[in-house]
């Protein structure tokens, strides 16, 4: 049973950066995709990134796009997912999901880790 922790989240204030971890149990990072997805109260939970067995491709939802950036260190087992200039619609709890197919759709990630809480204040 493949494990995800996320951590890094917290409060900071609108403009300022987090770096969200995504560490897995053992190496399944090694032989999927890895996407982040954040879920704010009263939405559904939607895409915001994702990172492919191969590291040169990546994808990001419009609303991050230049701000956020995925990454990952496979030795390791963790992706992180940078975010910079934070804002306030950017509170959510954000969720890693693992599964091997590069997508931006959460059914298409098997194995999903608690969530992380961030919330950006303006």
């Known amino acids: 049973q493949v494990q995800l922790v996320e951590t890094g989240g917290g409060l900071v204030q609108a403009g300022n950066s987090l770096r969200l971890s995504c560490a897995a149990s053992e190496r399944t990072f090694n032989f999927g995709a890895v996407a982040w997805f954040r879920q704010a109260p009263g939405k559904e939970r939607e895409f915001v990134a994702a990172?492919?067995?191969?590291?040169?491709?990546?994808t990001y939802a419009d609303s991050v796009k230049g701000r956020f950036t995925i990454s990952r260190d496979n030795p390791k087992n963790t992706v992180y997912l940078q975010m910079n200039n934070l804002k306030p619609e950017d509170t959510a709890v954000y969720y890693c999901?693992?599964?091997?197919?590069?997508?931006?759709?959460?059914?298409?990630?098997?194995?999903w880790g608690q969530g992380t809480q961030v919330t950006v204040s303006s």
């Open positions: 990172i492919a067995r191969s590291v040169l491709i990546t």
């Open positions: 999901g693992t599964g091997g197919i590069f997508s931006t759709e959460s059914r298409r990630y098997d194995y």
